[in-house]
């Protein structure tokens, strides 16, 4: 559930859930008797979390195993020869002198921001200096911060907006930080700061923000309603109002790009999780609407020589410019933008996964069939006037075939940070210059020996006659049918690619068993057409994408057993495949879900979702979610799979009662269940390695117990 100018969005106000069941339509459902385990920190609804972990954990625990995962787990995911990325600072992670990281490791369980001299880094040979400790933080101030990001003022990035998060919410606490004197900026010296609301800001320049938070008038959502422009050395109340949404709209955003005359401001008001209008901010002060159309999906503002430029994808046609395409437009400070152009158009089976730019190309990742291309783009006035025909050149960047790819930083003259890797073939951090073939800069370990297991990629026909592309990783030289691990997701155009393997995923590999990843209908793996043939009414098609790649594995000889696996989404995905075919699936992992489709939008952050599934109010659109609702379909006379429910009481993006109702109405039907609630992690479900490693084991032991 990613959007560019929306980093910390699909959260919601915890107040929405509490006064839910008073806005409630009448409905022909029977009475919810969970209903109760929606008050997220309520003692009744905490003290049964803590019953049901003490239940099941244990159990699981007990699996012969189970300490050794949990140790390897650690060890892999706290190695020290990782990969230090350029992270933990935005814009980008690089500037022209200095490289951001943030780190985790054994001794250092909340993490170190750091920063490292560019040419020591880039030498292989970075010299870290830690800019914030967290464990020393939180021991100061016994706040359960985790570190939530960095908002930077280009060029030099000295001043940053460090956002703090309590166990790894969404929500977050705003401080002003020097990353030059390595110091916090307290109000009385006239530093920003902002109390814990799910909020974006951004810097005009160094003495003034634009400010979006939802400590103020909050959408239907929960989002922020409005933006506001802080002048330093006031008090926010006083902070001049900008623009503000409506409250039926799913929020209102604010970021900028650029640095010295060549910045640019935008807002992002988002009328729905799919559409919206974005404003650019003018020199007279003034907001002038974007030439995008509405459901355009807006990138960022780069220039590349030839002043500001912004940058979208589209996902409708627009112009005779079909969908999916890379669309620009030029930003002035004053008058209007300039005429949507495009850029470059994928092909039948490509799509555009990530973007970024350097101060002379854009940059894409391309996936062709879920394969990763790195193409730089450029630029060009034909005589190189004013009046000139433009186009766009368009060439590939060297990288390892059949990998996937991430970019990870670019700086503002021609270098790429990116991250490939396979998913036998551990990640490598690979720099290009000035578009030339990308080198390894550094390489994380192999911790297990990828040349004994295959990858191939197969297809299976969907029910409507789709084909439907898979992944499956297993032994080299197995024969015959193995237990199987299924991973999808299918949903908010987020593609699944290649990559590297988690540590529960590689030992369940060197047990002897098989690993398959579907990109199923309803993610971005080939451009919007994928995403919508299975938005709202058309949702089935994601879950026969699933079943029939499902049917496929065991009427083929490669599944014995099948688990599927998802989060999120996903996790309403996993739910759907065991209540729809309990007959198919053996085993089933359900992660921080949505379940309750009913409520679900009424729930956090779950009405900026209505967009994706659709509205339950609406008798005509709760007609076809109720058909797929797990919730609501499951049965009492059913023979389910015994099903682990994992989730997070800090999770204020899904809310934690769509695992807990599942889990409890699963019980109340005599369905066997296991269910583990983390009190922290937000949506990740985890808030450091030590409990990823923890969940890892529990994972293993589920799929040893119910797959044998």
Known sequence: MRAPLLASILTAALMTAQTSAAQSPATTEPADQHQWLEDVTGEKALEWVRARNTKYLPELEATPGFEAWRDKARRILEDPRRIAYPTGAAP??????????????????????????????????????????MDALDAAEKGNWQFGGATCLPP??????????????????????????????PEAEGGFTLPEAKQSVAWLDEGRLLVATAAGPVTT??????????????????????????????????????????????????????????????????????????DADFRFIANLGDGPRAYALLRTAFNDIPAGSLVSYAVPNVGTPGAVERVLTPGETQAIADIDATGKAIY???????????????????????????????????????????????????????????????????????????SVMASAPAFFDGAQ??????????????????????????????????????????????????????????QGNQYVVANIRGGGEFGPRWHQAALKEARQRSYDDLHAVAEAL??????????????????????????????LYDGAM??????????????????SWMAEYGNPDVPGEW?????????????????????????????????????????????????????????????????????????????????????N
């Open 590 to 607: 359900v992660g921080v879900p949505l379940a309750d489709m009913r409520r679900y939008h009424r729930l956090l952050a779950g009405a």
């Open 364 to 438: 894409i990742g391309l996936l062709d069939n879920v394969a990763a291309r790195l193409v730089r783009l450029t630029r060009e006035t034909d005589g190189g006037s004013e009046g000139g025909s433009v186009s766009w050149a368009a060439d590939d960047v060297a990288i390892p075939a059949n990998s996937a790819l991430q970019i990870v930083a670019a700086d503002s003259a021609d270098s790429l940070y990116v991250n490939v890797a396979a998913f036998t073939e551990p990640s490598r951090l690979m720099l290009s210059q000035n578009g030339a073939a990308a």
């Open 554 to 583: 065991k009427s083929e000889g490669l599944a014995s057993k099948i688990a599927v696996h998802g989060r999120s989404n996903g996790g309403l995905m996993a739910s759907v495949a065991y209540t729809q075919r309990p007959d």
């Open 221 to 294: 959502s929960g989002y922020a309603r409005d933006v506001r422009l802080w002048q330093r050395g006031t008090p926010f109340s006083e902070a001049k109002l900008m623009l503000s949404a409506e409250e039926a709209d799913m929020g209102a955003w604010a970021s900028a790009y650029g640095d010295g005359e060549g910045r640019r401001a935008v807002i992002d008001q988002r009328t729905s999780f799919w559409t919206g209008r974005v404003f650019h901010l003018m020199a007279d002060w003034s907001w002038v609407k974007s030439p995008l159309p509405d």
């Open 453 to 510: 297991f295959s990858v191939s990629q197969r297809f299976a026909t969907s029910k409507d006659g789709t084909r439907i592309p898979y992944f499956v990783v297993r032994p080299k030289h197995a024969k015959g049918p193995l237990r199987t691990l299924y991973w999808s997701y299918g949903g908010f155009e987020i593609p699944l690619t290649p990559a590297y393997v988690s540590p529960e995923v590689q030992m369940w590999l060197e």
């Open 92 to 133: 980008t992670g690089v500037t022209a002198d200095r490289v951001f990281n943030f780190w985790r490791d054994e001794r250092n369980v909340r993490g170190l921001w750091r920063v490292s001299p560019r040419a020591a880094y880039d030498a292989g040979k970075p010299e870290w200096s830690t800019l914030i400790d």
């Open 156 to 185: 030099a990035q000295q001043r940053c907006l460090v956002s703090l998060s309590v166990g790894g919410k969404d929500a977050v606490v705003v401080r002003e930080f020097d990353t030059v004197a390595k110091r916090f900026i």
């Open 623 to 707: 007609a076809y979610i109720r058909q797929y609702s797990p919730y609501q379909n499951i049965r009492p006379g059913a023979r389910y799979p015994r099903v682990f429910f994992y989730t997070s009481t800090k999770d204020d993006r899904v809310h934690p009662a769509h695992a807990r109702k599942m889990a409890a109405r699963m019980e109340a039907q005599g369905h066997p269940i296991y269910y583990y609630e983390n009190i922290d992690g937000g949506h990740s479900g985890v808030a450091n390695l030590k409990e990823s490693a923890y969940r890892s084991a529990l994972m293993l032991a589920y799929l040893n117990r119910e797959l």
